[in-house]
C-alpha cells in the first residue's frame, strides 16, 4: 500500500488547514479546492447532494456556535469590506 501511495503522489495527512478556497462545478459534480496562503494545496470532488449536505452540517455547526458565544463570524467578504477604509 504504501508503495502504491508513492507510486500515485497521495498524500496520506491526519489533519489539514486551509485558509482560503475556491468552488466550480459542473452538470454533474462539484469541485473544491483547498488553499494556504492563496496556493492551492488539496483539491476535491464531490456529488451534489453530499455537498449540499455538507453545507447545511457546517452551517448547523456555525449557527450553534454562534448562539452559545453571542458572537456572529464574519464571512471573508465582510472582514474586508469592514477593513477597505483601513487598506487604503
Not at 508503495?3 to 469541485?31: C, E, H, I, P, W
Not at 492551492?40 to 448547523?60: E, H, R
Not at 458565544?69 to 467578504?77: F, G, P, R, S
Request: hydrophobic residues 45%.
Amino acid at each position: 500500500m504504501i508503495l502504491l501511495k508513492k507510486l500515485l503522489g497521495l498524500t496520506v495527512f491526519r489533519f489539514f488547514y486551509f485558509n482560503g478556497f475556491s468552488v466550480a462545478q459542473s452538470n454533474a459534480d462539484v469541485s473544491l479546492s483547498m488553499m494556504l496562503d492563496n496556493v492551492d494545496k488539496l483539491s476535491l470532488k464531490t456529488s451534489y447532494t453530499t455537498i449540499k449536505t455538507l453545507a447545511f452540517a457546517l452551517m448547523a455547526t456555525i449557527e450553534t456556535f454562534q448562539k452559545i458565544t453571542n458572537q456572529k463570524i464574519l464571512t471573508t467578504e465582510e472582514v474586508n469590506e469592514a477593513m477597505k477604509d483601513q487598506q487604503a
